[in-house]
C-alpha cells in the first residue's frame, strides 16, 4: 500500500518499458485478509517469528485502514482479499 516517491518512479518506468510491476506481499502477510484484528491479538503469529514482530509493530495502527478496506470489499461484495489485490493491480 506504499505509494511513495520511490513507488511511483518505479511504477513509470515499468510502463515505460511495458514491464508488468507486481505487488510483494499484497495481502500483508495476512494482515489485509481481514483474519486479524488490531484489537485481538491473540490470533497474530507468535514471537520470535518475525512475523509476529511485524504484526505487533503494524496491527496497533491498522484499524483505521482494515476499517475502509472492510467497507469497500462489502460495498462490492469482495472479500478485503479481493479489495487488496485489486488495489495493487489498479
Same mark, same amino acid.
Given at each position: 500500500l506504499s505509494r511513495g516517491k520511490l513507488q511511483r518512479d518505479?511504477?513509470?518506468a515499468c510502463d515505460d518499458?511495458? $514491464?508488468t510491476m507486481?505487488?510483494? @506481499?499484497p495481502l500483508?502477510?495476512?494482515m489485509l485478509t481481514?483474519?486479524? @484484528?488490531p484489537n485481538e491479538r491473540g490470533n497474530y503469529p507468535r514471537l520470535? *517469528?518475525?512475523?509476529?514482530?511485524?504484526?505487533?509493530k $503494524?496491527?496497533?495502527?491498522?484499524?483505521?485502514?482494515?476499517?475502509t478496506m472492510r467497507e469497500v470489499a462489502d460495498g462490492r461484495n469482495?472479500?478485503?482479499?479481493?479489495?487488496?489485490? *485489486?488495489?495493487?493491480?489498479t
Open positions: 518505479c511504477k513509470a518499458l511495458g $514491464v507486481i505487488a510483494y @506481499s500483508g502477510l495476512g481481514g483474519s486479524y @484484528s520470535p *517469528n518475525p512475523r509476529g514482530i511485524l504484526f505487533d $503494524v496491527m496497533p495502527g491498522a484499524g483505521p485502514l482494515l476499517e469482495k472479500t478485503m482479499s479481493q479489495a487488496a489485490i *485489486n488495489y495493487c493491480i
